[in-house]
């Protein structure tokens, strides 16, 4: 069964079959839930109550040329369980109902009707002193969860892997830059060209591959946090993994740079961080510059409100943070 919209019989059968739809209940809503960068999200309500429904595809549902791993979607949902046995964390989660594995799918609870907040990107926007802080304490949580048995996740971390840190820098990856901002493809060859760099950037992916001991979100940027009426909540754990803290921590920060977030934001993230003392900062820096130039020259682009002469500026800052951390 194959989720889509608008709603045919074929699925109705199945969620009525599946018991995520009783006999006796009407569809009052069956509509995309969620932009679904990673997989199919659709909202399905009734008079008495209102769930998410995901599925994975054996393709990036963003890009269908991209091949994913179909087993991803129960990755999240092994995250979702494991969390919400932590009484602080679990408030900023959905509940998992029912998990299918024939279907690649699983359903949740509804958090609601929101937003996500990839407008931090367009400028003018400043996060709340509540928002800032619930970031840092969701990661410090979640980093210092005890976990011994999260799967290793290696398809996934594979995919992450070939665009975070090779992709980007292939010489002639058949991606036109200028297409997204004129003088970018010239910008980025100063970056694919750099052999000191490159192989700064290849061997921190040998480290992102391995197993390290804190369950991380895998994905921890503003596509993945969205504002609903109860607050801000964390979603869309498909790449999560036992790795390095200063993995996901890097990556928020390299996001509030990248959307031009006073450093007074980015102190406060580090300063609410419990686990900030025990940190490699050499570490952290590395991961923060290496997710800046993913995102400046690789496939995964982002809506930046940026010239040329700031991502410019950017580009040198992570160069420094990655070869002088």
Same mark, same amino acid.
């Given at each position: 069964?194959?989720?889509?919209?608008?709603?045919?019989?074929?699925?109705?059968?199945?969620?009525?079959?599946?018991?995520?739809?009783?006999?006796?209940?009407?569809?009052?809503?069956?509509?995309?839930?969620?932009?679904?960068?990673?997989?199919?999200?659709?909202?399905?309500?009734?008079?008495?109550?209102?769930?998410?429904?995901?599925?994975?595809?054996?393709?990036?549902?963003?890009?269908?040329? %991209?091949?994913?791993?179909?087993?991803?979607?129960?990755?999240?949902?092994?995250?979702?369980?494991?969390?919400?046995?932590?009484?602080?964390?679990?408030?900023?989660?959905?509940?998992? %109902?029912?998990?299918?594995?024939?279907?690649?799918?699983?359903?949740?609870?509804?958090?609601?009707?929101?937003?996500?907040?990839?407008?931090?990107?367009?400028?003018?926007?400043?996060?709340?002193?509540?928002?800032?802080?619930?970031?840092?304490?969701?990661?410090?949580?979640?980093?210092?969860?005890?976990?011994?048995?999260?799967?290793?996740?290696?398809?996934?971390?594979? /995919?992450?892997?070939?665009?975070?840190?090779?992709?980007?820098?292939?010489?002639?990856?058949?991606?036109?830059?200028?297409?997204?901002?004129?003088?970018?493809?010239?910008?980025?060859?100063? %970056?694919?060209?750099?052999?000191?760099?490159?192989?700064?950037?290849?061997?921190?992916?040998?480290?992102?591959?391995?197993?390290?001991?804190?369950?991380?979100?895998?994905?921890?940027?503003?596509?993945?946090?969205?504002?609903?009426?109860?607050?801000?909540?964390?979603?869309?754990?498909?790449?999560?993994?036992?790795?390095?803290?200063?993995?996901?921590?890097?990556?928020?920060?390299?996001? /509030?740079?990248?959307?031009?977030?006073?450093?007074?934001?980015?102190?406060?993230?580090?300063?609410?961080?419990?686990?900030?003392?025990?940190?490699?900062?050499?570490? /952290?820096?590395?991961? %923060?510059?290496?997710?800046?130039?993913?995102? /400046?020259?690789?496939?995964?682009?982002?809506?930046?409100?940026?010239?040329?002469?700031?991502?410019?500026?950017?580009?040198?800052?992570?160069?420094?943070?990655?070869?002088?951390?």
């Amino acid at each position: 069964m194959i989720l889509q919209i608008p709603l045919n019989p074929r699925q109705e059968k199945y969620l009525r079959k599946s018991g995520l739809l009783l006999s006796n209940e009407n569809i009052l809503e069956y509509s995309k839930a969620g932009e679904g960068n990673m997989n199919v999200v659709v909202r399905l309500k009734t008079e008495t109550r209102s769930i998410i429904l995901k599925q994975s595809r054996p393709f990036v549902n963003k890009y269908p040329t %991209i091949p994913a791993p179909l087993g991803r979607i129960f990755i999240e949902d092994d995250f979702y369980r494991i969390i919400n046995q932590n009484e602080f964390l679990s408030s900023y989660s959905p509940k998992i %109902i029912a998990r299918d594995k024939a279907n690649h799918l699983v359903a949740m609870d509804d958090l609601g009707k929101g937003s996500d907040f990839m407008g931090v990107y367009q400028g003018g926007f400043s996060f709340s002193e509540e928002e800032s802080g619930a970031l840092a304490g969701y990661l410090s949580s979640l980093h210092q969860m005890k976990v011994t048995n999260f799967p290793d996740n290696i398809e996934m971390k594979k /995919l992450n892997h070939e665009h975070i840190f090779i992709y980007p820098y292939m010489e002639f990856n058949g991606f036109d830059l200028d297409g997204v901002q004129p003088g970018l493809q010239a910008m980025s060859m100063k %970056i694919k060209t750099d052999l000191k760099l490159k192989n700064a950037i290849k061997n921190l992916g040998k480290r992102y591959l391995e197993n390290g001991k804190h369950l991380l979100h895998g994905d921890f940027y503003p596509g993945s946090w969205i504002k609903v009426d109860s607050g801000l909540k964390v979603i869309d754990p498909e790449f999560a993994f036992m790795g390095d803290a200063e993995f996901d921590l890097g990556v928020l920060i390299a996001h /509030l740079k990248m959307a031009k977030s006073n450093q007074n934001t980015i102190n406060a993230i580090k300063n609410s961080y419990s686990l900030y003392s025990e940190l490699d900062e050499k570490l /952290l820096h590395k991961y %923060i510059g290496t997710e800046i130039l993913r995102r /400046l020259i690789g496939l995964a682009q982002l809506p930046l409100s940026l010239t040329l002469e700031e991502k410019s500026g950017l580009v040198e800052e992570a160069k420094k943070l990655i070869l002088k951390p």
